[in-house]
């Protein structure tokens, strides 16, 4: 490095080699914040030196999207970090060598700072792919503030920008470019998005909700060039086609720094490797987050980086510790679509599969992935309240037995208990890596979600976990609207069963009538028309319940299938009452018209307990609903069998 450069005053003390040498933590992202923070938690009188490359105060790199979207600002996103007497915290400082032989590290000023133990959070950087052009103007990539800045700084005058990358960066970035009303074009290679996080059909979920914010979405292609002169112009894909554009974002994944630690001489992989120590090849350094490599696992994502901090921690300060590797887990607003993934979920995922069972309903459409009968991963598009317990039991491998699959099917949870009982194990806050037991520690009686989650830190980032803490707190979040359409129809179909049973029969005489609304009973083909008509509206019902039910699955049109199946249920009812005339029935018949009137009865009560429950959450209201679902159901069946019967002898005598 040439000649040395004294250190500051601040700074000779940590110089000095004594028992009281500094813990020197390189990199003052959220995984170096973590691991200071731990540190000061167990053991407040350890020196700790914290070096950052970066000039700006410790920020939550997670809520980059949310600034770029213009829904926070930048200082909202400051992690206050309270540095005590025995921490020294340098912003701006690049360390450019490492000198494990006097454990010293040398910044790009020369000052030399040393170490007793030595933590490389080093992070990560974009990763950009060797296409040509992009080295032109109007290219950016999407990781760090200055990036945002940047691209926030463009988005105003851009027409239209391209983002490669179809994973949570180049979504996020996606709909941030897309606030000032600029057309967005994402391309993505893999057949589907996200797909590290979801499935096909989940992917295709999401997929649809994002066309439905106006998104222009390319899978299974690439660019293979990207065109201009002094500034992009437009870009090339692999199947030929050419997309006009004016900005183009790179959100293609990460590289860990590593230079710095292979340039010591340090064990490298694709990252820095560690062991379960998170040691690396040389004593006293070790290696945390998005740089550090271990049992050939890079972890993406911030969940990972603060499990080893604090596992890191403990054992820095005396405790037994080992990292055994971190579940593949997030809980993730994605355009504001809540998106839950935890472990194996695909074939791009580690490990196998060998059952996959879904559930769909209104809001949301969930899938478990099972070999061999253990629980392997879980995703989901949609709100899932009991997602943490689904991701401990993901973390534990537990095993799934018949009944808890066909109840999942039914009702989307693997335990009934699902939404009472949270361990306090379970990990309920993916951004920050809070316990429930970590936030029952904050609850004081009153506090609102807003108070327990500012105490506990908890649904501060992305906010999909203030649901559960709500049910903690046991204070309601604000009420939903209710569903119109099933209210509508079950309220119909009350006052239709009540006209039912007070009405009188219809006067129908015995001889040829002249009135055209009395030959709806005396003539024949009138009398056929009205019952084909009710034949037919029985079957698409019932067809349209098959769709609303599963197996298959239309996604987000679950509440239109479900719509659908009211209003042709509503037109059955009334041409049930005009080909009836309300006479009375016997033997067959009234077994028909019984169990269609038990049919409408069971329908539009379930139907209103439907439109009712987002406004009123509660238990009991869903145990009715779906008690009487599972009635209206098994009647559903003898209906075609009892019509059958009824043609049949209608036609034979």
């Known amino acids: 490095m040439g000649q040395e450069t004294p250190l500051p005053s601040t700074l000779l003390a940590l110089a000095t080699e004594t028992s009281a040498d500094p813990i020197v933590i390189v990199g003052n992202g959220p995984v170096g914040v973590h691991l200071l923070n731990e540190l000061q938690r167990r053991r407040p009188s350890q020196p700790v030196v914290l070096l950052g490359r970066e000039e700006t105060q410790p920020y939550n790199r997670v809520a980059l999207s949310s600034l770029l979207q213009g829904e926070v600002s930048v200082e909202s996103l400051i992690t206050p970090l309270s540095v005590a007497g025995s921490v020294t915290y340098r912003p701006g400082t ?60 463009r988005h105003a005058r851009s027409r239209h920008c391209v983002v490669i990358g179809g994973g949570l960066l180049g979504l996020e970035a996606a709909r941030g470019m897309q606030r000032y009303g600029t057309r967005v074009t994402l391309i993505h290679h893999a057949p589907y998005l996200m797909n590290r996080q979801l499935d096909h059909r989940l992917a295709n979920n999401l997929e649809s909700r994002l066309l439905d914010r106006q998104l222009t979405i390319r899978t299974h292609n690439s660019v293979s060039r990207i065109e201009g002169n002094e500034r992009v112009e437009s870009v090339r894909l692999r199947n ?37 120590q998170l040691q690396t090849s040389a004593t006293d350094i070790y290696a945390i987050g998005e740089c550090a490599e ?32 971190s579940l593949l887990a997030s809980t993730l607003k994605v355009n504001q679509v809540p998106v839950h993934s935890a472990g194996t979920v695909s074939e791009y995922s580690p490990g196998m599969i060998d059952c996959t069972v879904r559930h769909a309903n209104d809001h949301s459409e969930r899938a478990i992935k099972l070999y061999r ?133 219809f006067p129908v005489p015995l001889g040829v009538a002249d009135s055209p609304i009395l030959q709806l009973w005396t003539d024949s083909q009138a009398r056929q028309w009205t019952g084909y008509s009710l034949l037919g509206l029985v079957t698409l019902s019932m067809v349209v319940s098959l769709f609303k039910r599963g197996p298959i699955r239309w996604g987000r049109g679950f509440p239109i299938a479900r719509n659908i199946h009211l209003v042709l249920a509503l037109a059955m009812a009334f041409l049930l009452w005009v080909h009836t005339g309300l006479q009375n029935s016997s033997n067959l018949n009234f077994a028909l018209l019984s169990t269609a009137i038990a049919l409408v009865a069971l329908g539009g009560a379930t139907s209103l307990l439907a439109g009712l429950e987002p406004r009123y959450p509660n238990l009991r209201l869903k145990a009715w609903k779906r008690r009487l679902s599972g009635w209206h159901l098994y009647l559903a069946w003898p209906l075609p069998v009892l019509l059958a019967f009824h043609i049949l002898s209608v036609y034979y005598f």
């Not at 030929?240 to 064990?267: K, W």
């Not at 911030?302 to 590797?325: D, F, I, K, M, R």
């Not at 693997?414 to 309920?428: G, R, W």
């Not at 506090?447 to 649901?467: D, I, N, T």
Request: overall charge positive; hydrophobic content about 40%; proline content about 6%.
């Open 94 to 153: 690049d360390i450019t060598a490492i000198d494990t032989s006097r454990k010293e590290v040398i910044d790009h000023l020369g000052y030399r700072y040393r170490y007793s133990k030595l933590v490389l959070a080093l992070g990560s950087s974009p990763h950009v792919p060797s296409i040509p052009g992009r080295e032109l103007s109007g290219v950016y990539t999407f990781r760090n503030l200055r990036d945002v800045e940047h691209l926030r700084s």
């Open 240 to 276: 030929g086609e050419t997309i006009p554009c004016d900005t183009l974002v790179f959100a293609t994944g990460i590289r860990p720094n590593a230079d710095l630690a292979r340039n010591a001489g340090l064990s490298i992989g694709r990252g820095i490797r560690v062991d379960d």
């Open 294 to 325: 271990h049992r050939g696992e890079i972890y993406g994502l911030v969940g990972p980086g603060l499990e080893q901090a604090a596992a890191l921690a403990l054992h820095l300060t005396g405790e037994a510790a080992h990292y055994t590797g």
């Open 373 to 505: 009968g253990r629980l392997m991963g879980a995703c989901g598009v949609g709100p899932w309240p009991g997602f943490s317990r689904i991701q401990d039991a993901v973390a534990h491998q537990v095993r799934i037995w018949p009944w808890q699959r066909w109840h999942f099917f039914r009702h989307g949870e693997l335990f009934a208990d699902s939404k009472q009982d949270l361990p306090d194990q379970a990990l309920l806050c993916n951004c920050r890596q809070i316990s429930v037991g970590q936030i029952r520690a904050c609850f004081q009686p009153g506090m609102s979600v807003e108070q327990l989650g500012k105490a506990s830190g908890a649904g501060q980032v992305c906010g999909s976990c203030r649901p559960l803490i709500a049910q903690l707190s046991a204070t309601p979040l604000p009420t939903e609207p209710v569903s119109k359409v099933p209210v509508f129809a079950g309220l119909t179909a009350l006052v239709y069963l009540a006209l039912f049973g007070l009405l009188p029969a």
